[in-house]
């Protein structure tokens, strides 16, 4: 495990050597496995919308054994309640005497991975709402404070709706990324066939390449990448465009998204060895960082518009 990291050729360095012990065990997915590294650089939360069978659970198990954290899974159903995520007071005996304790509950990981969100009641799903944005849980009148780091990665199935509770715009606005899992070509199909029909990959074989104390320290370095004032503007005038462009969206994104736009490139051009932030990075980030954040108006759906397509648009 690597001791210390100083420059932006050791975070690209450490961070290739975590993509390549990820391809031991994940096929393809490059990007997926990218946009979740950078939000976890960036102490933030992601939103991964993909269909069953796309890996994005082992995905993220196996980047929590590379990075030497906790991890913990909690699979969205119509009657999980608040107390099974967060933990609940439970009655214990002490010195011959009777007193309640708090029992935490898989929330308290560094890794949460909250399969199926959407599954999930709003009375469910708006008690992780604190812990993504406060980084703590409040019991009664207790509060309880997350170990660092804290990262959330939920995950919904973009085409089955029935029995679902869709996120409300505000609990979408916790998320920095919306990432989209797609299905594998068809050359990496075939590895994936090849690889674990023919010998079992076990995630216990991966060894820690980070851990806690530098996934710290990197996103205390992802804050000191300087951002040159022009593309600040570039970042800001184009999240502005999402509130000008009524003809296409409804509403437009928050302060919060050109927080998350420049904070999201300023992780990109860490991890690919760079100290500076360029108009590709904005662009390249742009897409996940927004597509959950407008709402585009009737116009724009009856032209069989996405928001992928609006974002794109804008950034012509």
């Given at each position: 495990m690597i001791s210390n990291l100083k420059s932006s050729e050791d975070v690209k360095s450490i961070i290739d050597e975590v993509l390549s012990h990820i391809?031991?065990?994940?096929?393809?997915?490059?990007e997926v496995i990218k946009?979740?590294?950078?939000?976890?650089?960036c102490g933030a939360n992601a939103l991964l919308e993909g269909y069953p069978g796309l890996a994005k659970t082992l995905t993220v198990n196996s980047l929590s054994k590379l990075m030497d954290l906790k991890f913990s899974r909690i699979q969205g159903t119509p009657d999980l309640m608040p107390s099974d995520i967060i933990g609940t007071h439970i009655l214990e005996e002490k010195n011959g005497k009777r007193e309640f304790s708090f029992q935490?509950?898989?929330l308290f990981s560094n890794i949460v991975l909250m399969d199926e969100i959407n599954r999930a009641t709003p009375k469910t799903q708006s008690a992780l709402l604190e812990a993504m944005q406060e980084k703590q849980v409040t019991v009664g009148t207790q509060v309880f404070k997350m170990d660092k780091p804290f990262f959330v990665l939920a995950t919904q199935n973009p085409v089955e709706q029935e029995g679902t509770y869709p996120l409300p715009e505000a609990q979408c606005d916790r998320f920095l990324f919306k990432i989209r899992s797609q299905y594998p070509k068809f050359d990496e199909e075939v590895e994936i066939v090849n690889r674990f029909t023919e010998e079992e990959r076990e995630i216990d074989s991966l060894k820690p390449v980070l851990g806690k104390e530098n996934i710290i320290n990197l996103q205390k370095m992802v804050r000191q990448v300087p951002v040159a004032n022009d593309i600040k503007h570039y970042a800001v005038d184009l999240v502005n465009k999402t509130r000008n462009h009524k003809e296409l969206i409804e509403f437009g994104a928050s302060p919060r998204a050109s927080?998350?736009?420049?904070?999201?490139?300023?992780a990109k051009a860490l991890i690919e060895g760079r100290n500076?932030?360029?108009k590709e990075d904005i662009n390249e980030m742009a897409l996940p960082v927004l597509r959950h954040r407008i709402i585009l108006n009737f116009e724009a759906e009856r032209n069989n518009f996405d928001a992928d397509a609006v974002i794109k648009y804008l950034l012509k």
């Open positions: 391809g031991y065990i994940v096929v393809g997915q490059e946009q979740t590294i950078i939000s976890i650089l935490q509950g898989p927080l998350g736009l420049l904070m999201a490139s300023k500076y932030v360029n």
